[in-house]
Every structure is written in C-alpha cells, then in structure tokens.
C-alpha cells in the first residue's frame, strides 16, 4: 500500500498548487466581491466572468485541464482535450490534486474539474453511447458548456433513492419524464445546456432496476428552471443549485444512458470517485483555513499575548493539525482501494470519509473563523463559505447517517452471517 504519487501526479500537483497561488488567489476575493455587488445592484449576478475565463485559458495552455479523467476510460480524450500526459490519473494520483484545487472556491472550475461536471463526464465515459459522447462529452471537455445533476426532489425523503416519484416512462421508441428535482447542482449557470435526470421507469422491476439516467437537453420543451436555491443565503454563482420541473419531456430513447433500469449502477460508478475528490478538496480548504489560523494566532495580539498563547488555542490547533493529517490518509486509503477494487471493494472506506471529512472541515473551518472574530464572519475572508460547504457536503451525495449505515452494514455482515449459522445449527 503505497499513498506515494506517481511522478507525474507530482509534478500536476506542484504546477496546480503554483497556478493557484500566483493566477487565482490574487483575484479570487475581487471575483467573490464583484459578484456580490451586482447582486447587490441588482445587476446579472450569473454572468460569466471573462477573468474565469481567462484564468481557463491559461490553465488549458499550461496542460492543466481536464486532470479528473480516470485511467482505464480516457481513451483519447485526454490527449484530445488537453490532459497533461495524455492518459487518465488514478485515484490516488488524482487525490493530491484535488486536495490542492479545495483551496480555492473556483480552481475546480478553472481547471474543468467541477462537480457535477466531472461526474457527469464520467458517466458519459464510461457508460455512455458513441452518440451521447459526440453530442454531450467532447464539449463537457472543451469547456464549451456545463451540466446538472438532477437527482434529489423535494416531495419524499431523497436519502432513500427507492423514494423517486419522478417519472422516466418508456412509450414506444421515447422516454417521456415527469417530475420535480430540486438541489439540481449546476443548472443555474448561463452555460449549462444538458442534465443528467435520474427517475423511476418500471416500479414492477427488481428496486435497483427500476430507475433509469436520461440525459436531457436543459432547452427541451417540457423543462423549467423554476428558482435557484440558496444554500446558507448564498446563491453559489456561477453554477447554483435549482428547482428544475419536467412536464411530459418527450426524448428518443437513445437520451437513456446505457438502457433503462441502469441508474443504480450507474450511480455507484459515478458516486465513488466523486467522493474521493469532494474529501480532497475538503481536506485542501481546512488546510488553507488552519494556516490562515496559524497566521493570526502568531501575528494578533490581545492581552498581551499572541492569541497562540491564550485560551488553549495552541491545543485547538494542534488537534487541527492532527485531524487534517488522519482524513488525508483515510482518503488516500479510500482511493487506493478503489484503483485496486472499484466501488463495490471500497464501499465501506468509501462511506466512511464521506461521513468523516465534512465534519471534520467543519470543526477546522469553525476553529479558525473564531480565531479571527468579528472578522471571521465576513465576506473578506473565505470562513463563511468555507464552513458553508462543508455543512453542505454533510447532507449532499447522501446524509451521514446513510453512510454511517453503510459503513455499519459492513462491519457487521460476518457477525451477522455467524449468528445466522450459529441459530440454524442449534435449531438442529
């Protein structure tokens, strides 16, 4: 078991890490600020910003593009779409990475490497038809357009998949859909022009081959944004969260990724990795919010004292020390376990960073927002947003609870198996 990277997912970290540091941290409050005041104006607040784009421009030139594609299903979209190397990261080569891009609330989308679009995008490449690759994927990687994820709804309890009232029914040769999607990620940016739908096509079929994924052009007749949600009073331009309704969407039956009754699989593709680069980049923002915490408690002065030396705050960051370091390796190993197994081996490591890093960002973020005061919970520093997203990512791609029933699942299966065994045998 080897968390080393490989050298060129080294050399991609350190060139990441200097972009962010000498391109996008010197804009990115002005960028957070500009957006606030057009909102404020009552200006466009979605618009695009042409310093993203420039900033895009300059990652892709400099092969920093694109670094989410996994091995083993790039085929030649890395090359094609600017890759530096030419082939996909694994898992563990990627980790570092992403840890990097958590830094900043927009070097993920610098770099192409944004949720959902990433997942969206390896749906597509993995699952995806000849035909949906052409029309959705290469411009996904070209940076042309974006996508949503329409999954959870507002009416039943989302935690439970099997809940899904919303409809993808096969008549004939289309799919007609039907229903309310809400904390639809990314179909409130001006650019996004396709969604990945997942709904119930056959409620008679096996419950994990009842659902169906349907891309869906967000043009189609039937299809409405109907508001875009706030998250902690932030809208969360460009990309946002919506309530996206679907009134007898009618498309032809190659929209359906990889047939009808697939989404469960599907989902279980796309989910593991997924969650492998949200814990990174978590572990990326609750390092930059500690040593934002280490600069303030050495340089601000209050009773005499650097704050450091007041309160038990040496022990405080100390344990945010120690924290950070046992999720990077908790993730590491989670992400090891998925190049050697796939998703069903590392189903339980999986769970448990899913349901062990958010709150351990939360705890680092909270932390150091109170170590800077009043300060902390302005829009000046990146606090606020900070602990947003990671109180966010507590419930997004499943509760913790779920996770903590996965992981229990797990760990009791062999005891529950020998108990079994042990009843049956003295019943005889």
């Known amino acids: 078991m080897d968390f080393n990277p490989s050298p060129r997912a080294a050399d991609l970290t350190a060139r990441v890490r200097s972009f962010i540091d000498s391109e996008i941290a010197p804009i990115e409050m002005d ?35 694109n670094l989410f594609l996994p091995a083993g299903h790039e085929m030649d979209y890395a090359e094609r779409f600017g890759t530096d190397g030419g082939t996909g990261l694994t898992n563990v080569d990627y980790a570092p990475i992403a840890e990097q891009m958590g830094r900043s609330f927009i070097a993920p989308l610098v ?10 995008m390896e749906v597509l490449l993995k699952y995806g038809s000849a035909e949906q690759r052409d029309q959705w994927l290469e411009p996904l990687l070209d940076g042309r357009i974006r996508s949503a994820f329409l999954m959870t709804e507002p009416g039943v309890a989302s935690s439970d998949a099997t809940n899904m009232e919303a409809r ?26 396709v969604a990945i739908y997942m709904a119930l096509t056959d409620p008679t079929a096996h419950k994990y081959q009842q659902h169906s994924m349907v891309l869906v052009p967000m043009k189609a007749d039937g299809v409405k944004v109907e508001r875009n949600l706030t998250a902690f009073g932030e809208f969360d331009e460009p990309l946002g969260h919506s309530e996206v309704s679907l009134t007898d969407v009618r498309l032809p039956l190659s929209a359906v990724i990889g047939g009808p009754g697939r989404a469960f699989e599907i989902a279980q593709g796309r989910l593991g990795p ?19 915490a280490c600069e303030r408690a050495t340089t601000r002065v209050a009773f005499g004292k650097p704050l450091a030396n007041l309160g038990g705050n040496r022990e405080r960051l100390a344990e945010a020390r120690i924290k950070i370091n046992q999720a990077r390796l908790h993730v590491l190993h989670a992400a090891w ?34 170590l800077h005061g009043g300060a902390g919970v302005s829009s000046d520093l990146p606090f606020v947003g900070a602990w947003a997203n990671a109180r966010s990512l507590r ?13 229990a699942r797990q760990l009791l299966k062999p005891y529950v198996a020998a108990a079994a065994e042990a009843r049956a045998g003295a019943e005889q």
């Open 111 to 120: 770099f192409n490497c944004n949720a959902p679009d990433t997942g969206n």
């Open 395 to 407: 419930l997004a791609d499943g509760p913790d609870e779920v996770h903590l029933g996965t992981v």
């Open 337 to 370: 376990k998925l190049d050697e197994g796939g998703p069903l081996a590392a189903r339980s490591e999986v769970a448990e960073i899913k349901a062990a890093v958010p709150k351990m960002a939360c705890e680092v973020v909270d932390m150091a927002l109170q």
């Open 274 to 292: 997924g969650r492998v680069h949200h814990c990174m980049r978590l572990i990326g923002l609750a390092e930059r919010c500690l040593e934002l």
């Open 31 to 65: 960028f957070h600020h500009d957006i606030e005041r057009r909102r404020f104006a009552g200006e466009d607040s979605w618009a695009p910003s042409s310093v993203l784009g420039e900033l895009q421009t300059k990652a892709r030139e400099q092969g920093l593009w």
């Open 168 to 193: 993808a029914e096969v008549v004939g040769d289309e799919i007609v859909l039907n229903g309310r999607k809400w904390w639809s990620s990314g179909a409130g940016h001006p650019d996004c022009e």
